[in-house]
């Protein structure tokens, strides 16, 4: 076969799922033509993707050798190093990409996670409000700035932050929930009450959001409530062993104590030491 037809078969091997056979067909290439800087390219992808990180980024280095002028072989290696936790070479390769291409959000939004790794949150931010201002409708920058506000205990642009995801994808439940348990950590447990309500009008069978609805519920006072979304998370996940935990603990609120008793020997049974001694405690129940 041609370099050419090597080359696109290895392609088609790739998009196909079949890494070793288009890492056979790559190899060939270069065999045909050392030269040929998109056949080590694509080699290094099938090593990342097969998790084989080193020899990317030494296919990967002799490609940039042969284009040193090309953004996305530096952003490809510090995708690797970045995989391998060496955080500041991913680092110097995102910054030489940025400078060969400073228009493209995907590096900054690439740079802030490997400033986040190395703990420079504010140079993150930067990174994140940089590739949103190239890409305003850039939903993985808006996220990764929420959470590092977030991390930072800056709730307030956290939530707006957020808020703007759901407005770029009202159909992804996921950061409703997330929105919910931040709300919930300030202590504006009614706001998050109402989210998870909503959330769980959008998946009802979703066992966790009825679980973290119960234990917001718990924090407003609402023991029955509570107890009927337990029981929910009960039924579609049956092993949760905090919800049968839980559950037992607003039944000894409202004093319905055989009714805890047999929550806590529920969740003692599948291994949960406090729900164990809570059952000794309230039950009466001896070694």
């Known amino acids: 076969m041609t370099e050419t037809e090597l080359q696109q078969q290895g392609i088609e091997r790739y998009e196909a799922g079949d890494l070793e056979g288009a890492l056979i067909d790559f190899s060939k290439t270069i065999a045909q033509n050392p030269d040929n800087a998109t056949a080590w390219y694509n080699r290094a992808i099938v090593h990342a993707a097969q998790k084989n990180h080193e020899a990317a980024i030494k296919d990967m280095g002799i490609a940039i050798g042969l284009l040193p002028e090309n953004s996305d072989l530096f952003h490809a290696r510090a995708a690797s190093y970045r995989a ?156 949760l062993i905090s919800a049968h935990k839980m559950k037992g603990a607003c039944h000894q609120h409202l004093g319905q104590v055989e009714k805890a008793c047999d929550a806590y020997r529920q969740a003692a049974e599948m291994g949960d030491k406090e729900a164990l001694d809570q059952w000794k405690k309230v039950c009466g129940q001896q070694e």
């Open 84 to 239: 391998l936790k060496r955080h500041r070479e991913a680092l110097a390769d995102i910054d030489e990409a940025i400078r060969l291409l400073p228009e493209d959000p995907d590096n900054y939004l690439f740079r802030g996670n490997c400033r986040v790794d190395l703990t420079d949150r504010k140079g993150a931010l930067e990174d994140y409000t940089k590739a949103i201002e190239l890409e305003p409708a850039f939903l993985g920058a808006w996220y990764n700035r929420a959470k590092t506000y977030k991390e930072m205990k800056d709730y307030y642009p956290a939530v707006r932050d957020l808020k703007k995801c759901i407005e770029l994808a009202p159909n992804e439940v996921g950061f409703r929930v997330t929105l919910g348990s931040w709300h919930a950590e300030m202590l504006e447990f009614e706001e998050a009450e109402n989210i998870f309500s909503l959330a769980i009008g959008m998946r009802q069978h979703a066992y966790d959001i009825y679980y973290y609805r119960g234990n917001v519920r718990i924090q407003l006072g609402k023991m029955e409530e509570a107890i009927k979304d337990y029981n929910m998370a009960i039924r579609l996940e049956p092993g």
